[in-house]
C-alpha cells in the first residue's frame, strides 16, 4: 500500500487509508452524484485509482465499468511537459486500482479505453461520472460528446473551473497547453454550453466549491460542477 | 484571365453560370464587371496580410470553399496550389442541435451545392491549374499530400471542435511557412491583452466553438508547435451577400469601435492574421 504513490484518498477499510493526491471524502456532499444508484449501469470516465467508481458501487449500482488508460505516452501531453514530467502516477495507476479493488472486494470492472475512443460497444449508461479529467484534454467536446452517446439517463461532470473578471456569466476559456498539463481552463458557463452542445436537453449546476485544502499537489483549488439529462 | 471568356457569348455564358449557381461564400472577380456574389468580400484583405514568399513555392489552402485564397497563391506565383475542403455539408463539426440528423439535409442546402462545385466551377473560368481535393484539415498528413513551402487557412478554426488537434495536423504537412487569418472577438481582444482567451459558442446554424482574442489565436498556433513571426493589424472580413446586421444600438457602438480600430466602415467579421513557422 505505501510502494504506491496514490492518486485519490481510499479508504480500504480496517484502518487502511490510501494517501491521496486528492481527497474527495470531505466534498462528497458537493458532487451532483446520486446517493442512490440501486439497479443502475454506471460508467467512471478516467477512473485512475478508482474512488469514484468504488463510490458509485457503494451506493448501489447494479454494475460499474470504469475506462482510463495506462500508457503515459497516450496522454494529451503539451509538447514542453512531454519529455519531462514524471509518470509514475499513470504507469502504476492500474496496479493501484487492483490493489484497492481486491482489498474493498470489489466487482467494478476496469477497462483500458480512451475517452475518445469511448462508444456504444460498452453499452448504454443510466449514469456517468467523469471527473477532473476535460482540463486535461486537447478536445474536450468530443469527450463529452462520448459521453453523451453513451449516457441513457444522466450524466456529472467535474473540472477544475477558473473565474473571468471579464464576464461571471459567459461561456468562457482561457487556453494553456504549453506550461502547464492543462489545455482549455473552463469558466462554469462554458461547462454548461459544453453540455449543451453535446446534446444535454436539461443541465443542472452544482454549487462551484474548493476542494479542501488536505489535499496535495497544485490540482486542488475551484471546482465547478455540472449534471446533465439526456 | 482565361480564353474562356474571350467572346462576348462566353462571357455572357460565364455570367450565367455564377448566377446559377446556387451559393456563393467568396467573392471573387472572375472578369472585369464579373464577381461572383459572395457571402463575404476579401479582396481588400489580400494586401493587409502578411504574405511569405509565395513565387516558385508548393502552397496548400485549407477550407478554400470557393478558393479564394488558392486562387491568389497562383496570382502570386506559386509553383503549384492544393486546395482541400469537405465537400459534403453534414460533415462539418455540427453542434447537436445543428446536426443533420437533428434539423434534416434540407437546411443544409442553404448553404449551396456540395463545396467544391463552385471551386470547379470558377476554376473552369479562371484557367487555374489548382488541385481541388476532399480532404479535411484533421486528415492532413505527409503521406497522402506530401509537404508544402507555404501554406494558408482562413477563417477555419473557430468551426473546428478540436483546432489543436487540426494545426497539429496542419504543422505536419507545413516545411516553410502558415498564414493564419481568423476571426477575433473584440471584448475579449482589448479586455484580454496579457491572457489567451476563448468564447465557447458551440450551437446553432453557423456552426462555431472556439472563438479567440487575439493572444488565444496566437497561443493555440503556438501549442501546436509553430512560433508566430509576423502579425497583421486588424481588419474586417466584409459581409457582402451576408444579411445584414441588425443595426441594433449594441451593434453600432460595436461597429464604431471596430470601425476606429481597423479603419474600415463595411460590416463584417473582425479578423486578424499571422504568418507562423514550425518551431519544431
Not at chain 1, 470489489?106 to 479505453?113: D, E, G, P
Not at chain 2, 481535393?133 to 473557430?158: A, H, K, M, N, W
Request: some cysteine; glycine content about 8%; aromatic content about 10%.
Amino acid at each position: 500500500m505505501k510502494r504506491y504513490a496514490w492518486y485519490h484518498t481510499l479508504d480500504l477499510g480496517q484502518g487502511v487509508v490510501t494517501q491521496g493526491v486528492f481527497d474527495h471524502r470531505p466534498a462528497l456532499g458537493h458532487y451532483l452524484v446520486p446517493t442512490d444508484l440501486s439497479g443502475m449501469r454506471c460508467l467512471d470516465v478516467g477512473t485512475m485509482d478508482g474512488f469514484w467508481a468504488f463510490e458509485m458501487e457503494r451506493r448501489g449500482a447494479a454494475e460499474v465499468l470504469a475506462i482510463d488508460i495506462e500508457d503515459p505516452e497516450a496522454l494529451d501531453w503539451p509538447r514542453s511537459l512531454r519529455e519531462k514530467t514524471v509518470k509514475t502516477l499513470d504507469i502504476e495507476k492500474g496496479e493501484r486500482f487492483e490493489l484497492a479493488r481486491e482489498a474493498l472486494g470489489s466487482s467494478v470492472k476496469r477497462i483500458l479505453r480512451p475517452v475518445y475512443e469511448l462508444d456504444i460497444d460498452l453499452g448504454e449508461f443510466d449514469f456517468v461520472f467523469c471527473g477532473d479529467l476535460l482540463a486535461h484534454l486537447k478536445d474536450p467536446i468530443t469527450a463529452v460528446e462520448n459521453i453523451r452517446n453513451v449516457c441513457r439517463g444522466s450524466a456529472t461532470i467535474c473540472d477544475p473551473i477558473v473565474r473571468f473578471r471579464l464576464g461571471r456569466r459567459r461561456a468562457l476559456a482561457s487556453f494553456d497547453g504549453i506550461d502547464n498539463f492543462q489545455w482549455w481552463a473552463l469558466s462554469e458557463h462554458a461547462l454548461v454550453r459544453m453540455m449543451e452542445a453535446a446534446g444535454f436537453t436539461r443541465v443542472e449546476r452544482g454549487k462551484p466549491f474548493e476542494l479542501p485544502t488536505a489535499s496535495r499537489g497544485s490540482w486542488r483549488g475551484l471546482r465547478g460542477i455540472v449534471r446533465g439529462y439526456v | 484571365m482565361s480564353d474562356v471568356l474571350s467572346t462576348l457569348a462566353s462571357r455572357n455564358d460565364a455570367a450565367r453560370r455564377i448566377r446559377e449557381h446556387g451559393f456563393w461564400y467568396h467573392t471573387i472577380d472572375v472578369a472585369p464587371g464579373l464577381t461572383t456574389p459572395g457571402w463575404f468580400d476579401s479582396r481588400h484583405v489580400v494586401d493587409l496580410l502578411p504574405w511569405p514568399e509565395v513565387a516558385g513555392k508548393r502552397c496548400l489552402d485549407i477550407g478554400t470553399y470557393d478558393g479564394f485564397f488558392a486562387f491568389e497563391l497562383e496570382r502570386r506565383g506559386a509553383r503549384e496550389v492544393v486546395a482541400i475542403d469537405i465537400e459534403d455539408h453534414s460533415l462539418w463539426d455540427w453542434p447537436a442541435e445543428a446536426r443533420p440528423s437533428v434539423v434534416g439535409e434540407r437546411d443544409l442546402s442553404a448553404l449551396g451545392p456540395p463545396k467544391g462545385a463552385g471551386f470547379r466551377l470558377l476554376a473552369d473560368l479562371l484557367g487555374s491549374k489548382v488541385e481541388w481535393r476532399p480532404l479535411s484539415i484533421y486528415q492532413l498528413d505527409e503521406g497522402t499530400l506530401g509537404t508544402f513551402d507555404v501554406v494558408v487557412c482562413g477563417s477555419l478554426l473557430l468551426h473546428l471542435r478540436d483546432p489543436v488537434g487540426a494545426l497539429d495536423a496542419a504543422r505536419s504537412v507545413c516545411k516553410g511557412w502558415l498564414l493564419s487569418s481568423e476571426q477575433v472577438e473584440l471584448g475579449l481582444s482589448l479586455a484580454g491583452r496579457q491572457r489567451p482567451v476563448f468564447r465557447l459558442d458551440g450551437s446553432g446554424e453557423t456552426c462555431q466553438w472556439w472563438l479567440p482574442n487575439t493572444l488565444g489565436h496566437e497561443r493555440l498556433l503556438w501549442s501546436a508547435g509553430f512560433s508566430v513571426e509576423a502579425r497583421s493589424r486588424l481588419y474586417v472580413e466584409r459581409f457582402n451577400a451576408h444579411p445584414p446586421p441588425d443595426r441594433s444600438l449594441p451593434w453600432r457602438l460595436r461597429q464604431a469601435v471596430v470601425a476606429s480600430l481597423t479603419r474600415d466602415r463595411h460590416p463584417g467579421v473582425l479578423h486578424r492574421a499571422v504568418l507562423a513557422r514550425p518551431r519544431i
